[in-house]
Each structure stands twice: as structure tokens, then as C-alpha cells.
């Protein structure tokens, strides 16, 4: 008769919120994953004469992304099927979920620094904004592997209460800054709309509707979890949105570059000035003096 397996010591580890809304939010994490396959295949198809700068950051964006979430799906498969019933390892952390929260932080902090690029070229080249937007933003990935380190040092989900604040302020910086990045850019561009006509002002205004998109759902999201996490910080509930936020960074994007027909179509003539303003925040190389 063979041996029978050792059973493990059951411990006091809640999988409804801890585990589960992790599975939760994977599943979120796929749905805009697939949206984002989409936009980068839309992209490369319709803006093949981009910059190689920003075909490079495209890429570079979706490959961490995808990374984020092949580390999710480990972690969850790890977590709740290779380990299934090992409460002992349930109640442990472990590197593939921690090391997906960096390459989110490098995500949201590439997608940010995007738009402040944006926002340099809007504003002419001043530097009062972009000189607190990044270090805003880079200060996100830099919490974020701090986060990481001291996870991965605290060896149970319990002990995981003390980095409570850690998570909090990277979210509540990343809510910040995006609405921060959205009201300037709005701004920016409603002052431009004085002294030019109706066709221009029609792109101006589909401009900044984009805009207020771009920070909009990032920053709400970023905003509901750090208030879960500050309401309940002895689970996991916050995570449901967590792993959703690098492919919305991600979407965002991609989404951005991907509407500049939809901007475009606002307008027919002033071209000389949509060059400068779309075609220069957006880094796409005009292909002759008087249009993108």
C-alpha cells in the first residue's frame, strides 16, 4: 500500500479576498490585453511612417506588458492550481506576481512620460511642466520595485499589511499624476483654440476630448484601488483592478496614436498649425510641409 501524502497545516488564509480577487483581475487583465493586441496591430498598420523612436516605445510598451501578465498567469496558476491545497505555499509570497507589479510600474511610467513629451511640445518646449511630471512618474517605478523587494523579503501574505502604504502611495501618485497630465494638456490646448476658425477649433475639441480619455480611466482606476487598499488593508480585495491597470496604461497609448484619423477629421484646412501641435506631440514624422 503506498503512502499516503502528508496533509498540510491548514492556516488562517482567507482565499475569497486574497486569491481570489486576484484570479478576478487576471481575468480583467486579458480582456484589455486582447484590446491592446488589436490597437498595436491597427497601429503598425496604419502608421507605418512613425518615428522609429515611437514604434520602438509602442513595442517596448506591449512587450511589458505582456510580460505582466504571463507572470500573473504563473503566479494565479502557481497559487491556485500547481499548489492547489499546499496552504503552507498559499500563505507564502512568491516572485512571478511581485516581479509583474514592476513591469506595471514600467508601463504606467513609460505611458506617462509619454505624455509629458506631449506636453513639452504643446507648450513649446517650457520645461515648468515636465520637471515635476518626471520625477512623478519615474518615483512610480521606483516605489514599485521597492514594494517588490520588501514583498518578496516578507515571507507570508499576513506580513504583506505592512507594505499597505507603499502600495497606496504608488497608486495614489499614479491617480495624481495622470489627472495632473489631463487638466495641462486640456488646458494647453484650450488656449490654443483663440484666433482660428471653426475647423480648427473642431480639431482642437476632438483634441481635447482625447485628452481627458487619457487620464481619465487610468486615474480612476488608480484612484478606486488605493481606496480599497486604504479601506481594507488587511486583504486583498484592491487587486481586482490592479492587474487591469498596466494594460489600460498600455491601451491608452495606443489608443492615443491610434485616433489621430479621428482628430484629423476635424479639420481641413490649417494645416501648418496641426502639424506642429498633433504632428509633433504625437513624434510622427511629416511627410511634406502642410500636413502630418
Known sequence: MSDSPIPCVPIATNLDTSYGPLLGSIWLACMFYGANCLQIFVYFI???KD????????ISIWLFDTVHLILGCIGIWQYLISKYGNYVFLSGTHPPLFIAFVFSGMV?????????FRIWHLSSGHWVFPAFLIPAALSQLVLCCFYTFKGLANSTVQNLDDLTKYATAV???AAGTDT???IIMCTLLVRSRAGFNKRTDAMLARLIILSVNCGLWTGTFALAISIMNTAMPDNLVYTWLQFSLSPLYC???LGCLNARGFVRNGIQTDQMYTSFHLGSAFGRKPQHPGTF
Do not use: E
Not at 108 to 116: D, E, G, N, W
Open 108 to 116: 504606467s511610467t513609460i505611458s506617462q512620460l509619454f505624455f509629458t
Open 180 to 182: 495632473i497630465i489631463a
Open 46 to 48: 496604419n502608421y507605418p
Open 171 to 173: 497608486n495614489a501618485l
Open 251 to 253: 491601451n491608452t497609448v
Open 51 to 58: 518615428r522609429m523612436a515611437l514604434k520602438i516605445m509602442v
